[in-house]
């Protein structure tokens, strides 16, 4: 599975319309300054943050299938490969390896070293409770939602906080059935 992931999302990374990284990384840095002065605590900056993204998530999806062509996903491991090789490559250039499963395989760890959000950026020790890349975490659990699955998204380690590689951790709380909205029998 990871292989062909890999390479779906090389291909679609060569062929998504990108922006400049730069005007990215300073635009998304700016919208953060500017929570940090409006809402004035680093807690409540974080919850903006998730919610920025689980808003950015819950309508991502629909490109994100759209464009990769990607298969329905059998369970939630083939699912957290297929964000960390195909969604993090076409929405954000880097890929992500999947580490550290459960034993019941609902639990695991998204972990990257590269991250265009970071570029240029050092956080000042008023702000060291601060999620800088929050916004990420509200991604992943509004695309997962809108796909059927209940998660939580938690920040392990942060290369702004000194760790060596950026690592989310997915767990996933319950698969929601789908519902539809009529019979077929009738």
Do not use: H
Not at 42 to 49: D, F, P, S
Not at 63 to 81: I, M, Y
Not at 127 to 148: D, F, K
């Amino acid at each position: 599975m990871a292989p062909v992931a890999a390479k779906t999302g090389d291909a679609i990374f060569a062929n998504v319309e990108r922006v400049n990284s730069e005007l990215f990384t300073l635009t998304y840095g700016a919208i953060v300054r500017q929570l940090l002065t409006d809402l004035e605590e680093v807690e409540e900056v974080n919850k903006q943050l998730d919610q920025m993204g689980y808003n950015i998530g819950v309508r991502l999806i629909d490109e994100f299938l759209a464009k990769s062509n990607v298969s329905r996903c059998v369970d939630f491991r083939e699912t957290a490969e297929v964000i960390a090789k195909v969604g993090f490559k076409m929405f954000l250039g880097v890929t992500a390896s999947v580490t550290n499963w459960d034993s019941e395989g609902t639990c695991c760890s998204l972990v990257f070293e590269d991250n265009p959000l970071v570029d240029f950026v050092e956080l000042p020790d008023a702000c060291q409770g601060l999620y800088y890349c929050n916004i990420l975490s509200g991604v992943i659990r509004g695309a997962l939602e809108m796909v059927s699955m209940k998660a939580e998204i938690t920040w392990i380690r942060d290369m702004l906080r000194g760790d060596d590689v950026f690592e989310l951790q997915l767990k996933l709380l319950k698969q929601v059935p789908e519902e539809y909205p009529y019979k077929d029998d009738e």
